[in-house]
């Protein structure tokens, strides 16, 4: 086997194995690696050509190689243009913190923040959520069939898991001292989760971490009431 050829085995085997790695979420299709992974393949390809040239897989495979270039600069040029604030650097943190720059700012162009004034309702148990919440300060009370069970406050995320599904929420949240937040309809986050598969993927990990903790602090305050109870 000659070294063209080996170029163009291995060119194939890095096309396929990119378009495979971005078909099972691997990697993303907007970031450098998977314009890379195609430049490359059609660049080792186009070397094997020198052996057997043929004009029509030529043209192809410089095409590719300028369109991922192209990509590349694209890539590049946009993540030096798009700058974060504090604020919004901890939301993504916390909600999608995998995700690459073009992707949070186009997460974070759904919302906006708002003062919310004490009693405000936030989230009724039982109805669907309208939006998702992130309490940067403040506090909110949450309620279960009627009776208060716990408060949230600071970096707290209300709305993480019904807002993507649809279903309704399991507790009613209303702001019990004045706080101040950011939000997002949960339609628009239905919307563009449904259309970037990134996005989707990083907020249902990240929305299923923070149901879990929700879960684990919500035992840890039952045992403490049933030691209180009993007099442990």
């Known amino acids: 086997m000659t070294l063209y050829q080996l170029c163009g085995y291995a060119g194939v085997a890095f096309y396929i194995g990119s378009y495979a790695a971005l078909q099972f979420g691997l990697i993303g299709g907007r970031g450098y690696l998977y314009a890379f992974l195609n430049m490359l393949a059609a660049s080792l390809v186009l070397i094997s050509l020198a052996e057997a040239f043929n004009l029509f897989s030529a043209i192809i495979q410089t095409t590719w190689i300028t369109i991922s270039v192209v ?11 798009i700058r974060f604030s504090a604020d919004e650097q ?3 943190a916390q909600i999608a913190p995998g995700l690459d720059k073009p992707n949070g700012r186009q997460l974070l162009n759904l919302g906006s923040w708002v003062d919310g004034r004490h009693g405000t309702e936030l989230t009724r148990q039982a109805e669907a959520v309208s939006h998702f919440y992130w309490i940067k300060s403040g506090q909110v009370a949450v309620h279960v069939g009627g009776q208060r069970v716990t408060e949230m406050g600071e970096g707290a995320v209300l709305g993480e898991v019904t807002a993507l599904t649809g279903a309704p929420a399991t507790a009613t949240v209303t702001v019990d001292q004045s706080a101040h937040y950011f939000c997002i309809p949960a339609t628009s986050l239905r919307d563009l989760a449904a259309r970037n598969a990134e996005i989707r993927a990083e ?3 990240a929305f299923t971490a923070e149901m879990r903790n929700k879960l684990e602090e919500s035992n840890m305050r039952m045992v403490a009431v049933r030691e209180r109870a009993s007099g442990g």
């Open 71 to 81: 990509g590349i600069t694209r890539a590049y040029l946009l993540h030096r243009v």
């Open 203 to 205: 907020l249902q990990h």
């Open 90 to 92: 901890r939301i993504l």
